[in-house]
C-alpha cells in the first residue's frame, strides 16, 4: 500500500505559464523522489509599470512516501 504526500510550491519564468511550470517541475524533482502527479492551483502574473514582469503558476506536487 502506497503513501503520498502533497506539496506546494511557486515557481516563476519570465518567458511564460508552461515555462513557469517547467521550472517547478525541474526544481521538485532535484530534491523530491516518486512525483505521480502535479495539479495547478493557480496562475498569475507579475506586473511591473503595468507589463508584464514574470509568470507564476503555483502547483500541487504529488510523491510517493518511501
Known amino acids: 500500500m502506497a ?3 502533497v506539496t506546494r510550491i511557486t515557481a516563476t519564468s519570465p518567458k511564460n505559464f508552461e515555462d513557469a511550470l517547467n521550472e ?6 532535484k ?5 505521480n502527479r ?3 492551483v493557480s ?3 507579475r506586473l511591473v509599470n503595468g ?3 514574470e509568470y507564476e503558476v503555483t502547483l500541487d ?5 518511501e
Open 3 to 5: 503513501v503520498e504526500r
Open 24 to 29: 517547478g517541475l525541474k526544481r521538485a524533482n
Open 31 to 35: 530534491t523530491l523522489r516518486g512525483l
Open 38 to 40: 502535479i495539479d495547478i
Open 43 to 45: 496562475q498569475g502574473v
Open 51 to 53: 507589463k508584464i514582469r
Open 61 to 65: 506536487i504529488t510523491f510517493v512516501l
